[in-house]
């Protein structure tokens, strides 16, 4: 295994991504028959498959996705390389990745533009996705942050808060409880809900809620992996749904969405921008940390919930 070569890893990386040798070739100038050769030179030296012929293309095995975990972490250190160089030359340079759970899209793009004005030099690369392809990108080295509600388990992190995180019981504007104050949670369950997908923040401080108020557990009508699909949902009439008080201002402000004042809400949860704790940072990517703790607060948006909600319940997730 010594003899194995960047030319051969990025061979394996081009083979992942293309999941054909014939388009990996293409990508890589070489021809099927050199790249074929070279993959079989590689499997022969590790005495493992890399990849399973299946009949929708080449498909990494277990040993070829520990082979491009490497690749991913190499990535990131020639990145990391490169904005210290940049650096020692006297440039603000370098190359920052952020990864950002769906919810946190509404101003996170804030952030970065607040950032890239201060560093124009500096790219960034902002990754949104659901909270499971988060924290792949964190684990996988593929990005240098992420901004999330519950740092992930299992993962040496860093983290610091960001700020208050209130979630809130939307529904249309013409729903009967509209104009009751303080309902009791249990008032909800003949209600028909809208949920986010399994694994999601969201969806685990709904069932959380009723757990812990001893209601029972209402059924879901609708699995939405969207926010601005779950909201239009809504709208619509077709369900009500617990969600981030932080993406839904303009849609309350023109009147096509209104809050729920229920007992106890809203439940406020907390936004976190999280680092792993063994990644060692260049230039760009402290000076993107720091100004993320210090300032990016400032630029969450206005979280609108009823007047009467003065007692709020705190959830630490």
């Given at each position: 295994m010594r003899n194995l070569t960047f030319k051969q890893f990025d061979a394996v990386?081009?083979?992942?991504?293309?999941?054909?040798?014939?388009?990996?070739?293409?990508?890589?100038?070489?021809?099927?028959?050199?790249?074929?050769?070279?993959?079989?030179q590689?499997?022969?030296e590790l005495g493992l498959l890399l990849f399973d012929?299946?009949?929708?293309?080449?498909?990494?095995?277990?040993?070829?996705?520990?082979?491009?975990a490497t690749v991913e972490r190499v990535d990131a250190l020639v990145a990391d390389c490169i904005g210290r160089l940049a650096a020692l030359r006297g440039l603000e340079g370098g190359r920052v990745g952020v990864a950002v759970v769906s919810t946190a899209k509404y101003f996170a793009p804030r952030i970065v533009?607040?950032?890239?004005?201060?560093?124009?030099r500096i790219e960034i690369r902002l990754f949104i996705g659901n909270r499971a392809e988060t924290i792949a990108r964190?684990?996988?080295?593929?990005?240098?942050?992420?901004?999330?509600?519950?740092?992930?388990?299992g993962?040496?992190?860093?983290?610091?808060?960001?700020?208050?995180?209130?979630?809130v019981f939307i529904v249309p504007p013409t729903h009967p409880l509209i104009g009751r104050?303080?309902?009791?949670?249990?008032?909800?369950?003949?209600?028909?809900?809208?949920?986010?997908?399994?694994?999601?923040?969201?969806?685990?401080?709904?069932?959380?809620l009723f757990e812990q108020e001893g209601a029972v557990q209402p059924a879901f009508g609708l699995e939405i992996g969207s926010n601005e699909t779950i909201k239009q949902a809504v709208i619509a009439g077709l369900g009500i749904a617990l969600i981030s008080a932080h993406t839904i201002e303009a849609e309350v402000d023109s009147g096509r969405l209104a809050i729920l004042d229920v007992s106890g809400m809203p439940i406020r949860r907390t936004w976190f921008v999280v680092r792993r704790a063994d990644k060692e940072f260049g230039p760009a990517a402290q000076a993107f940390w720091d100004f993320v703790v210090a300032e990016a607060g400032a630029v969450l948006p206005r979280a609108l919930v009823p007047a009467a909600c003065a007692a709020a319940k705190v959830s630490e997730s």
């Amino acid at each position: 295994m010594r003899n194995l070569t960047f030319k051969q890893f990025d061979a394996v990386a081009a083979i992942a991504r293309r999941g054909s040798v014939a388009r990996a070739a293409r990508e890589l100038h070489l021809t099927p028959a050199a790249l074929t050769a070279r993959l079989r030179q590689i499997e022969s030296e590790l005495g493992l498959l890399l990849f399973d012929r299946t009949p929708d293309g080449l498909r990494p095995t277990e040993a070829g996705r520990a082979m491009l975990a490497t690749v991913e972490r190499v990535d990131a250190l020639v990145a990391d390389c490169i904005g210290r160089l940049a650096a020692l030359r006297g440039l603000e340079g370098g190359r920052v990745g952020v990864a950002v759970v769906s919810t946190a899209k509404y101003f996170a793009p804030r952030i970065v533009a607040a950032f890239s004005a201060r560093h124009p030099r500096i790219e960034i690369r902002l990754f949104i996705g659901n909270r499971a392809e988060t924290i792949a990108r964190l684990r996988d080295y593929d990005a240098d942050f992420a901004i999330m509600g519950r740092p992930p388990p299992g993962l040496r992190v860093v983290k610091e808060v960001l700020g208050e995180h209130p979630l809130v019981f939307i529904v249309p504007p013409t729903h009967p409880l509209i104009g009751r104050r303080d309902i009791p949670l249990h008032d909800l369950a003949e209600e028909r809900f809208i949920v986010r997908e399994e694994g999601s923040g969201t969806r685990a401080a709904f069932a959380a809620l009723f757990e812990q108020e001893g209601a029972v557990q209402p059924a879901f009508g609708l699995e939405i992996g969207s926010n601005e699909t779950i909201k239009q949902a809504v709208i619509a009439g077709l369900g009500i749904a617990l969600i981030s008080a932080h993406t839904i201002e303009a849609e309350v402000d023109s009147g096509r969405l209104a809050i729920l004042d229920v007992s106890g809400m809203p439940i406020r949860r907390t936004w976190f921008v999280v680092r792993r704790a063994d990644k060692e940072f260049g230039p760009a990517a402290q000076a993107f940390w720091d100004f993320v703790v210090a300032e990016a607060g400032a630029v969450l948006p206005r979280a609108l919930v009823p007047a009467a909600c003065a007692a709020a319940k705190v959830s630490e997730s």
